[in-house]
Every structure is written in C-alpha cells, then in structure tokens.
C-alpha cells in the first residue's frame, strides 16, 4: 500500500494564527482528499485536489503531485477550527480505497 | 450534510457476538467502501462494494463481511466480536456515472464498543 505521512502530529495555536500542515506520500496517485474530523467523528470533506491549488475561504490546499506532497493552509485560525485533520490519498482503480495518514490534531484558543 | 447515512450510530456488543451496521449512500453514487477507526488512528480501509459485489478488500479476515443491495446501501456484519473490534466504523460512498470524480463522501459513522 502506500505510505501517507502527515506533519506536525500535533499543533497548538492562537486564535488569528496562521498554520501549515503537511502530508508527504510513498507513490503517484490519482486521489488526494483533506478532511476534518469533528469530535462526534465525522470526517467532512475539505478539498478534492489530486494537484494544483484550491481555496476555500480561509483555507487552501496545494498538491505538487511529482513531488509526492501537499499542504492545507489555515489562515487567521478560529476555535472552530480544532479536531483532527487528515490527508488521504488513492491509487489504482478501486474507486473506494482511501490510505489514510495519521493525522494532525490541531487545538486553537481563544 | 453528505448525504450518506449510518445506523445505528452507537451500539455495545459482548466478545463473541455479532452485528451489523448499515449505510446509505448519497444520491447517484454506487459505490460503497466501509472503513475502522481505531481510537488515535488514521481509518483503514476493510472493503468496497460495487454493483453488488465485493471488488477491494483490506487486511482484513473473513469474519468482515458486507452486503450491498440494489439501491446502493450497504451493510457490514462483523461476526465473532473481539475486544478490538471497538472502534469507529466509517461507511463512504462515490462513483456514479463514468465512475464520477472519485471523492469520496463519508457518514457520521457507528460507534462499537465490544465489552
């Protein structure tokens, strides 16, 4: 399978912080999806981005898919923005098979 | 709001026993993938379900097993409970026509406890 490392494991900040969060992986793929998990365990969809660059409000996401990475920016961080974050990635044609990294557990304060 | 649906969403077994969890997938998606969360964990991924059958499987033993039916929802029956088995169980749908964008869109999942 593939190997997904994600980068800090865990990372405390301030509200109004900006922070970058990093997911490195082991072969070329097709699917790359970032997800935010609630604390009721719910993963919510952030971004769709096999490569390239998106944005969503006060966050963003590159893929530099030749390099095997991608990073998720929070800007001006909000207490609402606390859980876990994870990076997954898809090869091949099993349309549903996720590799999923660790995670990065992000606390803001107020 | 997914649109993909579990039940129930918690549920405490005893060692030895057996469930099953069921998910509706979201509107026009066909296929169905089922994941385990063990606490502090990434999900792994146990199976898929496409066109009523198992096509992808992860390290998993048989004792995993799932259904899919015609209208796409699925379930996973997970027989002989072990202690390890407590976990978050993940259903997520994708496809569609031309096998869709392949995003991958999860229910708020099932929570087992196995005492």
């Known amino acids: 399978g593939i190997q997904v490392e994600q980068s800090p494991p865990d990372l405390i900040l301030q509200e109004g912080a900006n922070s970058t969060l990093r997911c490195n992986f082991s072969d070329s793929v097709n699917n790359l999806q970032w997800f935010h998990q609630n604390p009721w365990g719910q993963l919510i969809n952030l971004f769709y981005i096999p490569s390239g660059t998106k944005q969503n409000g006060r966050l963003s996401a590159t893929t530099v898919a030749t390099e095997r990475y991608s990073l998720l920016y929070i800007s001006s961080s909000q207490t609402t923005d606390s859980g876990v974050y994870f990076c997954a990635v898809k090869r091949g044609s099993t349309l549903g098979r996720l590799y999923f990294g660790r995670g990065t557990q992000l606390t803001v304060w107020p | 709001e997914t649109g993909v649906t579990q039940s129930p969403t918690h549920l405490i077994k005893t060692r030895g026993q057996q469930v099953t969890l069921r998910c509706s997938s979201q509107?026009?998606?066909?296929?169905v993938s089922w994941y385990q969360q063990a606490l502090g964990q990434g999900p792994q991924f146990i199976f898929q379900?496409?066109?009523?059958?198992?096509?992808g499987r992860g390290n998993f033993p048989p004792r995993f097993s799932g259904l899919q039916f015609p209208n796409y929802s699925s379930e996973l029956n997970v027989n002989a409970l072990e202690l390890d088995d407590s976990a978050l169980y993940l259903c997520?749908?994708?496809?569609?026509?031309?096998?869709?964008?392949?995003?991958?869109?999860f229910g708020e999942g099932s929570r087992l406890t196995v005492l």
């Open positions: 997520a749908s994708s496809g569609g026509r031309g096998g869709g964008t392949g995003e991958l869109f």
């Open positions: 379900y496409y066109r009523e059958e198992e096509n």
């Open positions: 509107s026009g998606h066909n296929t």
